[in-house]
Nanobody, 120 residues
Framework: QVQLMESGGGLVQPGGSLRLSCAAS????????MGWYRQAPGAQRILVAV???????NYADSVKGRFTISRDNAKNTGSLQMNSLKPEDTAVYYC??????????????WGQGTQVTVSS
């Protein structure tokens, strides 16, 4: 059994910063990829940023230069540092991991989501 716990969302003014965290726990052998997605009201869930277990990162064009994804492989944790936030960044943010469990089954897991609201 694997659990993902997210934290760090909230209300921030335009231009402000927030840091989201994701902690994976349970029967984990290795986390291959960790990513952050977001879903605004009435919109589809989209990829914001992803990081491989070797540290390779990719970002949506809309967040390049403002957001930074990172991870700690030893602790099975990851984070998304969000700077220069804009109202259009408002969404529910979800952590996603692609991992191999100790039973040798590879699966995709989602966090419960955390609300980020950027508003003055």
């Amino acid at each position: 059994q694997v659990q993902l716990m997210e934290s760090g969302g909230g209300l921030v003014q335009p231009g402000g910063s927030l840091r989201l965290s994701c902690a994976a726990s349970g029967s984990i052998s290795v986390i291959y990829r960790m990513g952050w997605y977001r879903q605004a009201p009435g919109a589809q869930r989209i990829l914001v940023a992803v990081i491989s277990n070797s540290g390779t990162t990719n970002y949506a064009d809309s967040v390049k230069g403002r957001f930074t994804i990172s991870r700690d492989n030893a602790k099975n944790t990851g984070s998304l540092q969000m700077n220069s936030l804009k109202p259009e960044d408002t969404a529910v943010y979800y952590c996603n991991v692609d991992l191999l469990a100790t039973n040798r089954v590879r699966s995709d897991y989602w966090g419960q989501g955390t609300q980020v609201t950027v508003s003055s």
